[in-house]
């Protein structure tokens, strides 16, 4: 624990003494004035340390002590509290006031799941710890304590589902004094991911007149944010905004949001009045507005975008402007679901973070944005959560354990592919980052999960107990059943079981743990013997004999070589009679290409790739997706949306495929974690004339590229940073050791 948040270790959480834990509570507003201490002559430096039970807004002296937002973001708050420090310097004043504005945030109020209502707590409140070094060394602490003030705001009401209420015309109730609550210092941690901030803003496109006589405004983009603005009215006006994804009817689209309101309300003063609803999110491309004083013009409205703070690795174009959306798209789906933790969705009334999701993301994630520091610091939420119950569960943080409604059933046993986040996601960010210490930090949560995962299987080592989950959502599933998969759960969890296992063994040897290897080895060599036994026949079929089946077999390696041949055919059979269609779910689709592209069928792979028949991945794109979907359907070809009560329209999972775009399309890829080594492999196919891709690598900046020449020849280009070696293997299998710079082949193809 670092010396700063160790400040906060003696102070009391403070709360509003009329705090009620009703959903419409106004935000608290806690304060202190700053007195400073005389005769140390100038402040050297000051910092401020704080953390919360919900969200909170800091000013000093009137100013905001950060540009963050929703502090102190959302974690497993029952191990892990975290604590960021600002530093204040610049604001310290004597007879300043240090306010702190406390909103619900993910800590209580009609949050889960479904109806879930999933409190962590009753009471919000703050714990801060102002610390103030002057010029002869002397330390003055002011922390919060029972001498603070509390009051309310304008801020009436806030809900991350529902929205916020802001009351311009509501003067502040008289001031009393806190009331102080109960918080476990033992839980406080330094914040380990990236803060919450504001980052691009957009203007709307259009605002049109629905058929209801609606005002609908279009920001031409599906985002997960606010809208920003500033308005002049008629005092005790309200105007209200309703956002959504998607239009139906030319209506607004918001029955995917089961019971989320995404419904902002302000009361105008009279004068102007600045909006900005920093206590809530919404994920949407439209907004309905009500109450506007005038017409609203384009200028008058902004949507702001919010996320982590994550910096953008990569860049992809090709000659292809589908593919290029589909890589725009999977771009805008992080940042829209990389919102304090790795998030399924951000609109409806969910927002959880699915471990599924992640599993089949995080290396597309590591490639997109340097997500290390937000994975690790969700990966520390999955041990801590792991080590708790038993095994991995299937969100993490799992609020859903303090479910008030009792609504929420779960799914009985350890779910395959969700529970396996647990060593799948520490295996992205080992690939991509190569950080040893933190794969030391990871390690003990993929043991908790293996640990759990052996008490399950069968006498003959297969994981079939109580796999409800397996190819979620597989595009032939009822609307309603999704999970009514063509692969068998055992097969899929068996083979979940073995790729976990062989990480596991290879992280115990990186990290000296020689008996936690042999262990893994073990376990991972067992499996596969009973994968091939149980779920292989003679002429090389995989029970169910389905695309996701083999794609797994393939890509995780548990076939040998003249199965893998026969494996890969087969696949590549199943993709033509599907028409190119893709007929795989969560657990298979971020590894059929790669399964097809490993086994020899290229054009087969690029041919999936590339279909806009429903359902493919290009199909949302022609139906003016510019997120990725859900479902492979969750908008119907006759404008309508999926009757099925779960479908999003910013769900990155199924955009898992663009890691094979980066890797075989574009051909950067890492031969050493953290591309100490580099593999610079382009594999061209049918379709496309051009691709070009780059990532800002720990080593420095990767560039590959290739183009078809009118002779039908392909020209390979990369570019690699001084001093990093790299194999470079061209389209017609040569291959060449290089050490940094630029390089140019051109092939005959």
Same mark, same amino acid.
């Given at each position: 624990?670092?010396?700063?948040?160790?400040?906060?270790?003696?102070?009391?959480?403070?709360?509003?003494?009329?705090?009620?834990?009703?959903?419409?509570?106004?935000?608290?507003?806690?304060?202190?004035?700053?007195?400073?201490?005389?005769?140390?002559?100038?402040?050297?430096?000051?910092?401020?340390?704080?953390?919360?039970?919900?969200?909170?807004?800091?000013?000093?002296?009137?100013?905001?002590?950060?540009?963050?937002?929703?502090?102190?973001?959302?974690?497993?708050?029952?191990?892990?509290?975290?604590?960021?420090?600002?530093?204040?310097?610049?604001?310290?004043?004597?007879?300043?006031?240090?306010?702190?504005?406390?909103?619900?945030?993910?800590?209580?109020?009609?949050?889960?799941?479904?109806?879930?209502?999933?409190?962590?707590?009753?009471?919000?409140?703050?714990?801060?710890?102002?610390?103030?070094?002057?010029?002869?060394?002397?330390?003055?602490?002011?922390?919060?304590?029972?001498?603070?003030?509390?009051?309310?705001?304008?801020?009436?009401?806030?809900?991350?589902?529902?929205?916020?209420?802001?009351?311009?015309?509501?003067?502040?109730?008289?001031?009393?004094?806190?009331?102080?609550?109960?918080?476990?210092?033992?839980?406080?941690?330094?914040?380990?991911?990236?803060?919450?901030?504001?980052?691009?803003?957009?203007?709307?496109?259009?605002?049109?007149?629905?058929?209801?006589?609606?005002?609908?405004?279009?920001?031409?983009?599906?985002?997960?944010?606010?809208?920003?603005?500033?308005?002049?009215?008629?005092?005790?006006?309200?105007?209200?905004?309703?956002?959504?994804?998607?239009?139906?009817?030319?209506?607004?689209?918001?029955?995917?949001?089961?019971?989320?309101?995404?419904?902002?309300?302000?009361?105008?003063?009279?004068?102007?009045?600045?909006?900005?609803?920093?206590?809530?999110?919404?994920?949407?491309?439209?907004?309905?507005?009500?109450?506007?004083?005038?017409?609203?013009?384009?200028?008058?409205?902004?949507?702001?975008?919010?996320?982590?703070?994550?910096?953008?690795?990569?860049?992809?174009?090709?000659?292809?402007?589908?593919?290029?959306?589909?890589?725009?798209?999977?771009?805008?789906?992080?940042?829209?679901?990389?919102?304090?933790? !790795? &998030?399924?969705?951000?609109?409806? #009334?969910? +927002? %959880? @973070?699915?471990?599924? *999701?992640?599993? =089949?993301? /995080?290396?597309?994630?590591?490639?997109?944005?340097?997500?290390?520091?937000?994975?690790?610091?969700?990966?520390?939420?999955?041990?801590?959560?792991?080590?708790?119950?038993?095994?991995?569960?299937?969100?993490?943080?799992?609020?859903?354990?303090?479910?008030?409604?009792?609504?929420?059933?779960?799914?009985?046993?350890?779910?395959?592919?969700?529970?396996?986040?647990?060593?799948?996601?520490?295996?992205?960010?080992?690939?991509?980052?190569?950080?040893?210490?933190?794969?030391?930090?990871?390690?003990?949560?993929?043991?908790?999960?293996?640990?759990?995962?052996?008490?399950?299987?069968? !006498? &003959?080592?297969?994981?079939?107990? #109580?796999? +409800? %989950? @397996?190819?979620?959502? *597989?595009?032939? =599933?009822? /609307?309603?059943?999704?999970?009514?998969?063509?692969?068998?759960?055992?097969?899929?969890?068996?083979?979940?079981?073995?790729?976990?296992?062989?990480?596991?063994?290879?992280?115990?040897?990186?990290?000296?743990?020689?008996?936690?290897?042999?262990?893994?080895?073990?376990?991972?060599?067992?499996?596969?013997?009973?994968?091939?036994?149980?779920?292989?026949?003679?002429?090389?079929?995989?029970?169910?004999?389905?695309?996701?089946?083999?794609?797994?077999?393939?890509?995780?390696?548990?076939?040998?070589?003249?199965?893998?041949?026969?494996?890969?055919?087969?696949?590549?059979?199943?993709?033509?009679?599907?028409?190119?269609?893709?007929?795989?779910?969560?657990?298979?689709?971020?590894?059929?290409?790669?399964?097809?592209?490993?086994?020899?069928?290229?054009?087969?792979?690029?041919?999936?790739?590339?279909?806009?028949?429903?359902?493919?991945?290009?199909?949302?794109?022609?139906?003016?997706?510019?997120?990725?979907?859900?479902?492979?359907?969750?908008?119907?070809?006759?404008?309508?949306?999926?009757?099925?009560?779960?479908?999003?329209?910013?769900?990155?999972?199924?955009?898992?495929?663009?890691?094979?775009?980066?890797?075989?399309?574009?051909?950067?890829?890492?031969?050493?974690?953290?591309?100490?080594?580099?593999?610079?492999?382009?594999?061209?196919?049918?379709?496309?004339?051009?691709?070009?891709?780059?990532?800002?690598?720990?080593?420095?900046?990767?560039?590959?590229?290739?183009?078809?020449?009118?002779?039908?020849?392909?020209?390979?280009?990369?570019?690699?940073?001084?001093?990093?070696?790299?194999?470079?293997?061209?389209?017609?299998?040569?291959?060449?050791?290089?050490?940094?710079?630029?390089?140019?082949?051109?092939?005959?193809?």
């Amino acid at each position: 624990m670092t010396a700063a948040v160790a400040d906060l270790l003696d102070a009391p959480l403070i709360r509003h003494p009329l705090d009620d834990p009703g959903r419409d509570t106004p935000a608290a507003v806690l304060f202190t004035t700053i007195h400073l201490d005389a005769g140390h002559g100038p402040v050297r430096a000051a910092r401020l340390t704080a953390t919360a039970h919900g969200v909170y807004e800091a000013t000093l002296d009137g100013h905001p002590v950060t540009e963050s937002v929703l502090n102190p973001g959302w974690t497993s708050y029952e191990w892990r509290l975290p604590a960021h420090t600002f530093d204040v310097t610049a604001l310290i004043a004597d007879g300043a006031d240090l306010v702190f504005t406390v909103g619900n945030g993910w800590w209580r109020g009609k949050f889960g799941f479904k109806g879930a209502e999933a409190d962590y707590g009753s009471d919000t409140g703050v714990v801060a710890a102002l610390t103030i070094e002057y010029a002869d060394g002397h330390v003055q602490r002011v922390l919060t304590d029972a001498s603070w003030l509390a009051t309310t705001g304008k801020v009436r009401a806030n809900n991350l589902y529902d929205g916020q209420h802001v009351d311009f015309t509501h003067d502040p109730e008289p001031t009393r004094p806190v009331a102080l609550g109960t918080w476990e210092p033992a839980t406080l941690v330094p914040a380990a991911g990236p803060l919450i901030t504001r980052h691009e803003t957009l203007t709307p496109v259009a605002i049109t007149t629905s058929p209801a006589g609606a005002t609908l405004v279009d920001f031409g983009q599906n985002l997960v944010g606010w809208l920003r603005f500033r308005v002049r009215g008629e005092r005790g006006a309200t105007i209200t905004l309703r956002h959504a994804e998607v239009l139906e009817g030319g209506e607004l689209g918001v029955r995917p949001l089961r019971s989320a309101r995404q419904t902002d309300t302000l009361t105008l003063s009279g004068g102007e009045d600045a909006f900005e609803p920093t206590f809530t999110f919404h994920g949407f491309r439209y907004v309905e507005l009500a109450g506007w004083p005038g017409t609203p013009t384009l200028a008058d409205l902004q949507a702001v975008v919010v996320h982590s703070d994550l910096r953008p690795t990569s860049t992809f174009a090709s000659s292809h402007a589908g593919l290029n959306q589909l890589v725009h798209n999977s771009i805008w789906g992080q940042k829209g679901n990389f919102l304090g933790v !790795p &998030t399924d969705c951000p609109q409806r #009334d969910e +927002r %959880l @973070g699915w471990t599924g *999701d992640i599993a =089949a993301y /995080a290396a597309t994630a590591c490639f997109q944005f340097d997500s290390a520091d937000f994975l690790h610091g969700w990966l520390l939420d999955v041990r801590a959560e792991t080590e708790s119950e038993g095994s991995v569960p299937l969100v993490v943080p799992n609020v859903l354990r303090h479910d008030r409604a009792g609504s929420w059933n779960g799914f009985p046993g350890i779910q395959a592919v969700w529970a396996d986040a647990a060593c799948w996601v520490p295996e992205a960010v080992w690939q991509a980052y190569g950080d040893r210490d933190r794969l030391a930090a990871h390690y003990p949560g993929m043991v908790a999960h293996l640990t759990s995962v052996e008490a399950v299987l069968s !006498p &003959t080592g297969l994981w079939e107990a #109580d796999q +409800r %989950l @397996g190819d979620w959502l *597989d595009p032939d =599933a009822p /609307a309603d059943e999704p999970a009514r998969a063509k692969a068998d759960p055992g097969v899929v969890a068996t083979a979940s079981l073995y790729r976990s296992a062989s990480f596991a063994a290879r992280a115990a040897d990186i990290l000296g743990l020689d008996a936690d290897a042999r262990r893994w080895s073990t376990l991972a060599d067992r499996t596969r013997d009973a994968f091939v036994e149980h779920y292989v026949d003679a002429a090389g079929r995989v029970r169910s004999d389905c695309a996701t089946v083999y794609a797994l077999a393939i890509a995780f390696g548990l076939l040998d070589a003249a199965a893998r041949v026969r494996a890969g055919a087969r696949l590549a059979e199943l993709v033509r009679a599907a028409n190119y269609r893709v007929s795989t779910g969560f657990a298979g689709t971020p590894y059929v290409t790669w399964a097809l592209s490993e086994t020899g069928h290229v054009e087969d792979a690029y041919r999936l790739l590339l279909e806009e028949g429903c359902p493919s991945w290009l199909y949302p794109i022609t139906m003016g997706a510019t997120t990725i979907w859900e479902r492979w359907d969750s908008m119907l070809p006759d404008g309508s949306i999926n009757p099925g009560q779960m479908t999003s329209f910013n769900h990155y999972a199924l955009g898992a495929v663009a890691d094979w775009i980066y890797q075989v399309v574009g051909g950067i890829r890492a031969a050493e974690p953290g591309y100490a080594r580099v593999r610079i492999e382009p594999v061209p196919g049918p379709g496309l004339d051009w691709a070009d891709v780059s990532l800002d690598a720990p080593v420095g900046v990767i560039r590959s590229g290739w183009k078809r020449l009118p002779d039908g020849a392909v020209e390979v280009t990369a570019e690699i940073p001084d001093g990093v070696g790299a194999d470079l293997v061209l389209p017609d299998g040569r291959a060449f050791a290089v050490v940094g710079g630029r390089h140019r082949h051109v092939v005959a193809c």
